[in-house]
């Protein structure tokens, strides 16, 4: 089995659906406890999302000169990862287990409709040859020719279902390649540990890929802590993402990041090294972050950034072109809160020159509560672009006209 700077595949079978308990963790016992606070307090911060609100206060959200926000729907509880079919409808994953679609006409809402139900976690959805596949936890499945059965959804057939069952970073944003693999990472079991039984991070803290039916399933990218959102550039075709940075470690650091991979195998640092700088407390030693792959830009700490999308459309001005959204969820482990907002990123092809503004804010008030939380950004063919909300269960349509 390949280790560094080559590819490592895996039979899922040979995985077994997952590993549970302490068996995951390795390291000084001084951080269980710690380790099991910070999941409680993730865990209380997913679950306090309301289930729907009557009026959005969207007038709320900044957006440069020319930009104008509005709500699509606010009626998708859990709202996260957005895909679009070659008919038009959109379909949203969610957190409560259901899976929508909605149908659009002229940048509106024409119909909603539950097409699965009863799944766990089916945050990831992704598009192809009429289909449309879904992650759900430890297993993805196919809802075919789905967009002439939206009233009578076809019973999901299983691709796999022998991915780790892990819950803690177990959600997965799910997306087809120019390579027609389907991408499936797999967050840390953790807030931050080494597998025992995963030493070098082919099952855990991971980015994979999938031929269609579910074979072949091979690890690409490792050091990951936990990827919900990733594209691949319009020009070379390489795969970018985002990455959760670890909590913990006190409001300032270290940083979330958006990452580039270049080659198979690359490997981006956790648990040893954290944000491109940071060395770990309890893992890092032995382990310079110089040896592993830099970000291509640093996002913040705790800013919690998820779903990223390339922008190629030609309704926005022309310094779009290329530009990478990036829904930031918001932070739970900070003092002060950050993010809650959709902050837009230029760089080269090449991953140099990275710059960082910020494109939509508005979602977190002054006494820092919240009534929104971006998770996704998906731009339409017509140029707009598209953010999901899970806290609020909404999605929104940006467009733009000069101003």
């Known amino acids: ?125 992704a598009w192809r040859d009429g289909a449309l596949y879904v992650s759900a936890v430890s297993s993805i499945v196919r809802l075919d020719d789905i967009d002439h059965h939206l009233d009578n959804p076809p019973r999901p057939a299983v691709v796999t279902s022998a991915l780790p069952t892990e819950r803690h970073h177990g959600w997965k944003f799910i997306a087809f390649g120019p390579d027609g693999k389907l991408y499936v990472p797999q967050g840390a079991p953790c807030n931050v540990c080494l597998p025992a039984n995963d030493p070098q991070r082919v099952h855990f803290a991971m980015i994979g ?30 795969l970018w993402f985002t990455d959760n940075g670890r909590d913990m470690l006190g409001d300032d650091i270290p940083d979330d990041k958006l990452n580039r991979l270049s080659h198979t195998g690359e490997d981006f640092g956790f648990p040893y090294c954290h944000g491109g700088n940071v060395a770990d407390p309890e893992f890092g030693a032995g382990h310079p972050c110089s040896g592993f792959t830099p970000p291509v830009a640093k996002l913040g700490a705790h800013v919690a950034s998820l779903g990223m999308r390339f922008y190629t459309g030609s309704m926005f001005p022309a310094a779009y072109a290329n530009s990478i959204f990036i829904a930031e969820h ?50 339409l063919p017509d140029g707009s672009l598209l953010i999901s909300d899970d806290y609020a269960g909404a999605i929104y349509r940006v467009t733009y006209s000069k101003p």
């Open 330 to 379: 918001g932070s739970w482990n900070r003092s002060k809160k950050v993010g809650y907002r959709v902050v837009r990123i230029s760089a080269n092809p090449d991953g140099s020159n990275a710059r960082q503004d910020v494109f939509a804010q508005g979602w977190l008030n002054t006494d820092e509560t919240q009534w929104g939380r971006p998770a996704d950004v998906l731009p």
């Open 209 to 238: 890929r999938m031929d269609p039916d579910g074979s072949h399933y091979e690890t690409i990218a490792r050091g990951v802590r936990n990827t919900v959102g990733f594209a691949w550039h319009p020009q070379t075709r390489e």
């Open 1 to 125: 089995m390949a280790i560094f700077g080559q590819l490592v595949q895996w039979t899922p079978r040979q995985w077994g659906g997952g590993v549970r308990g302490s068996t995951l963790f390795s390291g000084p016992g001084r951080g269980a406890k710690r380790r099991a606070v910070a999941c409680l307090a993730f865990a209380a911060a997913l679950l306090a999302a309301p289930f729907a609100h009557s009026a959005l206060p969207i007038e709320r959200i900044k957006l440069p000169p020319g930009f104008h926000i509005e709500v699509l729907s606010d009626d998708v509880p859990g709202a996260r990862e957005m895909t679009l079919s070659s008919n038009g409808t959109l379909y949203v994953g969610s957190f409560q287990g259901n899976v929508y679609a909605l149908e659009l006409k002229n940048g509106k809402l024409d119909k909603r409709h539950v097409v699965a139900s009863g799944l766990t976690m089916p945050v990831g959805v």
